[in-house]
């Protein structure tokens, strides 16, 4: 990965997409921190959260390597509550883990790897927890060939991920930790209580360096995070990712997002504020059941989530852009997002035509244009 240019690559790791902004920020804030650490728990946040606007110089007497710029203002990554990234790192430079939990598409994944880049420069020791993971994805296996040629040797092992982020003392992450069977999650209890791995065919126990520590994420619609085991729960901080609050913080993520999404294929957005700001708009009233005027809204069974409803903008703007001209974009609205609410449930349809029966129309009638055109759209939900 380290020769290909991050340009070249679909979906770079923001180690290498915020390089810059590291190396910069590891100058910037010369404060102690904690051992084994990239940057100070201060300058962690900086990153994910940004500098609010400002420019940030580098103090004098700073010895930058050369290209880094002297300035910079640092980029919001994480939208939301400073609080929970503050506590996250509290806990990453503590001795229990973290756990981020929250329905799908609330950046938990984004954030698990915005805090393993910072703390420990990478955010590629992961393994994804899924129904078949097995202890040795969490703990080590061997490669065949070598253990049959000169029996368990050192170089016959063959490490996971967290046992290399133990031995290297940085930041391992566990993806969907609740996917995972009770027993296989509980190779993680012994890892962070003991902070050790014993490797009982080589006559080793292998310690974890200082830096170490594991993020796992969780999502509230799996096999509960209640059926982790109490022993397992104790190891870890619980830190809950909500849904972003703010609608006009939401509408600007999704723009931003949708417009980066673009300039990977070197189009601009062609999708106007309005437009998006009914989208969100749309997707805040069917996740939360309530309409921002207060009406209620009846929930579908899908999961109306943020990264869906950026991964919505982002079709649409691909849409007129390779099909059709700006006016197109709102006639657009109404079927992706059907398609976004229609996955699991036949009657998620009938919850689709009930909004737009209800605020949608309300909002017309209230001669809002956007809304209006939208009302007039229905016929795109029915079923042919
Ligand atoms: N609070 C947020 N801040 C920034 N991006 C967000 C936020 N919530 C959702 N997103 C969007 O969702 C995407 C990440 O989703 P992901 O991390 O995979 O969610 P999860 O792991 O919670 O299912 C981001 O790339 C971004 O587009
Ligand atoms: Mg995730």
Same mark, same amino acid.
């Given at each position: 990965?380290?020769?290909?240019?991050?340009?070249?690559?679909?979906?770079?790791?923001?180690?290498?997409?915020?390089?810059?902004?590291?190396?910069?920020?590891?100058?910037?804030?010369?404060?102690?921190?904690?051992?084994?650490?990239?940057?100070?728990?201060?300058?962690?946040?900086?990153?994910?959260?940004?500098?609010?606007?400002?420019?940030?110089?580098?103090?004098?007497?700073?010895?930058?390597?050369?290209?880094?710029?002297?300035?910079?203002?640092?980029?919001?990554?994480?939208?939301?509550?400073?609080?929970?990234?503050?506590?996250?790192?509290?806990?990453?430079?503590?001795?229990?883990?973290?756990?981020?939990?929250?329905?799908?598409?609330?950046?938990?994944?984004?954030?698990?790897?915005?805090?393993?880049?910072?703390?420990?420069?990478?955010?590629?020791?992961?393994?994804?927890?899924?129904?078949?993971?097995?202890?040795?994805?969490?703990?080590?296996?061997?490669?065949?060939?070598?253990?049959?040629?000169?029996?368990?040797?050192?170089?016959?092992?063959?490490?996971?991920?967290?046992?290399?982020?133990?031995?290297?003392?940085?930041?391992?992450?566990?993806?969907?930790?609740?996917?995972?069977?009770?027993?296989?999650?509980?190779?993680?209890?012994?890892?962070?209580?003991?902070?050790?791995?014993? *490797?009982? +065919?080589?006559?080793? &126990?292998?310690? =974890?360096?200082? /830096?170490?520590? !594991?993020? @796992?994420?969780?999502? #509230? %619609?799996?096999?509960?995070?209640?059926?982790?085991?109490?022993?397992?729960?104790?190891?870890?901080?619980?830190?809950?990712?909500?849904?972003?609050?703010?609608?006009?913080?939401?509408?600007?993520?999704?723009?931003?997002?949708?417009?980066?999404?673009?300039?990977? *294929?070197? +189009?601009?957005?062609? &999708?106007?504020? =309005?437009?998006? /700001?009914?989208? !969100?708009? @749309?997707?805040?009233? #069917? %996740?939360?059941?309530?309409?921002?005027?207060?009406?209620?809204?009846?929930?579908?069974?899908?999961?109306?989530?943020?990264?869906?409803?950026?991964?919505?903008?982002?079709?649409?703007?691909?849409?007129?852009?390779?099909?059709?001209?700006?006016?197109?974009?709102?006639?657009?609205?109404?079927?992706?997002?059907?398609?976004?609410?229609?996955?699991?449930?036949?009657?998620?349809?009938?919850? #689709?035509?009930?909004?737009?029966?209800?605020?949608?129309?309300?909002?017309?009638?209230?001669?809002?244009?956007?809304?209006?055109?939208?009302?007039?759209?229905?016929?795109?939900?029915?079923?042919?």
């Amino acid at each position: 990965m380290s020769d290909t240019p991050a340009t070249e690559v679909q979906a770079p790791p923001p180690e290498l997409l915020h390089a810059t902004e590291l190396a910069f920020l590891e100058h910037h804030d010369a404060g102690p921190r904690p051992p084994g650490w990239r940057l100070t728990p201060r300058a962690v946040v900086t990153f994910v959260c940004g500098s609010g606007g400002e420019i940030l110089k580098l103090p004098k007497g700073a010895r930058p390597p050369d290209g880094l710029p002297k300035q910079l203002a640092i980029r919001e990554k994480f939208v939301g509550d400073r609080g929970i990234v503050e506590r996250s790192v509290v806990t990453l430079a503590g001795e229990r883990g973290l756990l981020l939990v929250g329905e799908p598409g609330t950046a938990k994944s984004m954030l698990s790897e915005l805090l393993a880049a910072a703390v420990s420069g990478t955010s590629a020791l992961t393994v994804q927890g899924t129904a078949g993971t097995t202890e040795d994805q969490l703990r080590y296996g061997w490669n065949y060939a070598l253990l049959l040629a000169k029996g368990p040797v050192p170089e016959a092992l063959v490490p996971s991920p967290v046992l290399a982020a133990m031995r290297a003392g940085k930041v391992a992450r566990v993806e969907e930790v609740t996917r995972c069977l009770p027993e296989v999650q509980d190779a993680l209890v012994s890892i962070l209580s003991d902070r050790r791995m014993a *490797v009982p +065919e080589l006559g080793e &126990v292998m310690a =974890a360096h200082k /830096g170490f520590n !594991v993020i @796992a994420t969780a999502n #509230l %619609r799996d096999r509960g995070v209640s059926e982790m085991s109490a022993a397992l729960k104790r190891r870890f901080n619980f830190e809950t990712v909500p849904p972003i609050a703010d609608v006009a913080q939401e509408i600007a993520l999704v723009k931003r997002q949708a417009e980066a999404a673009m300039a990977k *294929v070197g +189009e601009p957005l062609r &999708v106007d504020d =309005a437009v998006l /700001g009914a989208l !969100v708009v @749309a997707f805040r009233d #069917l %996740r939360s059941g309530k309409s921002v005027e207060g009406w209620s809204v009846e929930k579908p069974s899908t999961v109306m989530s943020t990264a869906e409803c950026v991964a919505v903008a982002g079709s649409m703007g691909m849409h007129v852009s390779y099909f059709g001209d700006k006016a197109d974009a709102l006639g657009l609205l109404p079927g992706f997002l059907l398609g976004v609410v229609l996955k699991d449930d036949p009657k998620d349809r009938g919850r #689709l035509l009930a909004y737009w029966d209800g605020a949608v129309k309300r909002r017309a009638e209230e001669k809002a244009a956007v809304w209006a055109k939208l009302a007039a759209l229905r016929a795109v939900l029915e079923e042919t």
